[in-house]
Nanobody
Framework: QAQLVESGGGLVQPGGSLRLSCSASGSFYMINAMGWYRQAPGKERELVAEITSSGPTNYADSVKGRFTISRDNTKDTVYLQMNNLKPEDTAVYYC?????????????WGQGTQVTVSS
């Protein structure tokens, strides 16, 4: 069974850092891209950062210069290093994979990990 396992969320003070990890396990036969989305209370889910299997990245304007996405293609794991965190970064962060499992290609999601930035 294909599964996305997330870790690294928690409570941090403004200006602090967190590192999120997401591993794609199970029956992902091909992964085109991996990334992170977030959803704050009362808001729609939005893209934070994404990286393709070949390397190009895409960041939300609000996190450029503060967040860095990277991946280990061999282990099908994606990371999000978050520095200089702000209260407005508070949200549930979801790992996302654009890939193929059991012959089906589509977008797959993790269950999310809470990030809270507060003093």
């Amino acid at each position: 069974q294909a599964q996305l396992v997330e870790s690294g969320g928690g409570l941090v003070q403004p200006g602090g850092s967190l590192r999120l990890s997401c591993s794609a396990s199970g029956s992902f036969y091909m992964i085109n891209a991996m990334g992170w989305y977030r959803q704050a209370p009362g808001k729609e889910r939005e893209l934070v950062a994404e990286i393709t299997s070949s390397g190009p990245t895409n960041y939300a304007d609000s996190v450029k210069g503060r967040f860095t996405i990277s991946r280990d293609n061999t282990k099908d794991t994606v990371y999000l290093q978050m520095n200089n965190l702000k209260p407005e970064d508070t949200a549930v962060y979801y790992c996302s994979v654009d890939g193929t499992t059991r012959g089906m290609t589509g977008r797959y999601w993790g269950q999310g990990t809470q990030v809270t930035v507060s003093s």
